[in-house]
Structure formats: C-alpha cells, structure tokens
C-alpha cells in the first residue's frame, strides 16, 4: 500500500481536482472491470466533489449504468431530509446522471425503518448481496471520506464505541458530538476493503487533525490515522488544512 499527500491551492480547485481524479479513475476502471464500487461522503468538500463532477464534461465519457454507489456513513433521518447526506448527492449530482437506481445503495431511513440498529442490518445485508462469496462488502474501486477538525472520518468519531466493531461491516451511532445524534457508518473492515481511499479536508481548522492523522497518531484519538486502502491511500487537501503535514 502507498500513501501520497496532494494540496491543492484552496477549497474550490480541491474540490474540482478531486471530480476529475476521480472521473478519470471510473475511466481507467472500466477499461479493466465492471462493475465500479464506488464510496460516497457528504459535508462540504464532499458535496463540492459531487457537484463539480456534474459540471464537468468528462462525466458522460463515464458509463454511469456501470457504477455502484454507496455512502460510507449517513445520518439517520427519514429519506429527502436534507442533512442526509444521500440528499445533498442527489441535488449535487446523481440527478443529473443516467445511474439506474438500483445501483444507488442508500442507507434506509427514519421513514423506512424504526432503529439505526436496523437501517445497519439493512445496509449490511444490501453490501453483502455485492460483495465476493465470503466477503460482507464489495472490494470498492475507491472510497471518499471527509474529515472533521476532530479527526473522525465516516461517522467513526475519537473514543467512541464504534471504533471496536470489527465482526460487523456496518455499524449504529448514537451520541455523536455532531446532530443528529444517530447515525449508520462503515467499520473500518469495510474501509479497508477498498482498494482506494481518498481522504479530502480543506480548511485551517483541519489542519490539526490531518497532522496527527499523518503523524502516526493513536486511532482511538484521531480515527483518520486507521483508514488506508489495499493499494493506495491519497490524502487530498488544501493548503490551509495541510498547514505543515504536507
């Protein structure tokens, strides 16, 4: 496995840089293999990433009726709410792109199921349907995360319980520092699964959380320092959130 960081000037040519490594990633897959599996984030370079890919010409040169989608977390609110992060990716992007819907994998909602608890088991049960004979998830083409100024990544934040689940590939949150307090996330079994994460921060109060993570620091404390893809892992940033790390 490699790791590579790459800073970017600010948030908006991160977020653009991000859509077109990753449009030419979904290229260079499809020459290889079908399908592509690929991890989807929310918050706001996450959604910037989305809505650049709608805006970018390389996006039809993509066979999207080729492409899986999945959230590596998501916050556990009734379908359309707009704090979901399955929301802001529709509005961003998916709407404008000819995905059969069946292969857009959301996290089922407040609306579709009573607990977090259940949403989870749901969720797992939709990754295991895709995933290689023994395996609980598809081996994903790429994995996107964000990163909180805390160093949490998906919905796995610093000392929380959740960080130990290793023999489920989705787990319920509850009492997340962030609203809403409940919500479904990745184990890292599952993040280790793919071949590429790309963890993307932008911003001057990242900048802590990224040095530690780069640094070696403890995982229970900066989560972000655990996450590493089977082949390659890229830390995307811009220059505030890289401050000395890169």
């Known amino acids: 496995m490699t790791r590579a960081v790459v800073v970017h000037p600010d948030a908006d040519s991160l977020a653009r840089a991000t859509a077109a490594r990753l449009l030419l990633h979904l290229l260079d897959t499809q020459s290889v293999r079908r399908p592509a599996h ?34 590596s977390d998501e916050r556990f609110l009734p379908s359309g709410d707009p704090e979901r992060n399955e929301t802001g990716a529709r509005s961003a992007l998916l709407d404008a792109l000819p995905v059969p819907e069946g292969h857009v994998h959301a996290v089922p909602g407040l609306d579709t199921v009573a ?7 749901r969720y797992a049960d939709e990754l295991a349907a895709h995933a290689a ?25 610093p000392h929380a319980p959740a960080l130990e689940v290793t023999d489920l590939p989705v787990v319920a949150v509850h009492d997340s520092p962030k609203p809403p307090p409940d919500r479904v ?11 590429e994460v790309w ?48």
């Open 185 to 195: 996330s990745f184990t890292f079994p599952t993040l280790a699964q793919a071949a």
């Open 199 to 246: 963890v993307i921060a932008a911003g001057e109060p990242k900048a802590g959380a990224v040095r530690r993570a780069l640094g070696g620091d403890d995982w229970h404390a900066t989560p972000a320092a655990a996450v590493s893809g089977r082949v390659r892992t890229l830390w995307l940033l811009d220059l505030a959130a890289a401050g000395t790390a890169a």
């Open 38 to 71: 690929v991890g989807l984030t929310g918050g706001g370079v996450g959604t910037a990433t989305l809505a650049a890919i709608a805006a970018s010409p390389l996006r039809d040169a993509v066979d999207w009726t080729g492409v899986h989608l999945w959230w």
């Open 133 to 157: 004979p023994g395996a609980t998830a598809p081996a994903f083409d790429v994995v996107l995360l964000g990163m909180g100024p805390d160093g949490h990544v998906a919905s796995l934040f």
């Open 115 to 121: 607990t977090a608890e259940q949403a989870a088991a």
